[in-house]
T-cell receptor, first 114, second 113 residues
Framework: GAGVSQSPSNKVTEKGKDVELRCDPISGHTALYWYRQSLGQGLEFLIYFQGNSAPDKSGLPSDRFSAERTGGSVSTLTIQRTQQEDSAVYLC????????????FGPGTRLLVL | AQSVTQPDIHITVSEGASLELRCNYSYGATPYLFWYVQSPGQGLQLLLKYFSGDTLVQGIKGFEAEFKRSQSSFNLRKPSVHWSDAAEYFCAVAREYGNKLVFGAGTILRVKS
């Protein structure tokens, strides 16, 4: 079937605006992850959803970042009042949630904050 | 906390030559270890993973990696590099099932003809 998809592929916004990034995981995958890839920080974990459990938000860099996962499938990462340091590629991954799972990554959303 | 070190930021090898990319991890227990590859403008693709058992792991595209607990290493190797292997390679560690990946800084591989 289809892999993980993300939209938009590119997003340019002005400082202070809010943005929403979308992730469609592989069908049937119960676990969903968001990572951020930036020049200064490399690849960083942001947030993790597993089924109906409370998400692991330990990687969110500030309270301007939030994410939700509706119906156990699609996820939206929201960044409020964007700052230039938020410019990065935001990667989504999903997995089956089973033992020895593999995370499958989407192509990412490239965010540029002017 | 876990951490991953990839000491080489850039590596250049000739096509047909052998390749070894270094990865060292820091974690108290037996880690789950991964190598991913990222081509320009693409997402991350899993090359191979280690959870337990045989310490020599075979992956896709002719890659293999060896887990050495005594050296806290998980180096990636390929006996003969192809031009299409030029990409960025990331080593990652996870604590256990259902947990976040901690990535190294990545190694950019350039292949010269």
């Amino acid at each position: 079937g289809a892999g993980v998809s993300q939209s938009p592929s590119n997003k340019v916004t002005e400082k202070g605006k809010d943005v929403e990034l979308r992730c469609d995981p592989i069908s049937g995958h119960t676990a969903l992850y968001w990572y951020r890839q930036s020049l200064g920080q490399g690849l960083e974990f942001l947030i993790y959803f597993q089924g109906n459990s409370a998400p692991d938000k330990s990687g969110l860099p500030s309270d301007r970042f939030s994410a939700e996962r509706t119906g156990g499938s699609v996820s939206t990462l929201t960044i409020q009042r964007t700052q230039q340091e938020d410019s990065a590629v935001y990667l989504c991954a999903s997995s089956t949630g089973s033992y020895q799972e593999t995370q499958y990554f989407g192509p990412g959303t490239r965010l540029l904050v002017l | 906390a876990q951490s991953v070190t990839q000491p080489d930021i850039h590596i250049t090898v000739s096509e047909g030559a052998s390749l070894e990319l270094r990865c060292n991890y820091s974690y108290g227990a037996t880690p789950y270890l991964f190598w991913y590859v990222q081509s320009p403008g693409q997402g991350l693709q899993l090359l191979l993973k280690y959870f337990s058992g045989d310490t020599l792991v075979q992956g896709i595209k002719g890659f293999e990696a060896e887990f050495k607990r005594s050296q806290s290493s998980f180096n990636l190797r390929k006996p003969s590099v192809h031009w299409s292997d030029a990409a960025e390679y990331f080593c990652a560690v996870a604590r256990e099932y259902g947990n976040k990946l901690v990535f190294g800084a990545g190694t950019i591989l350039r292949v010269k003809s």
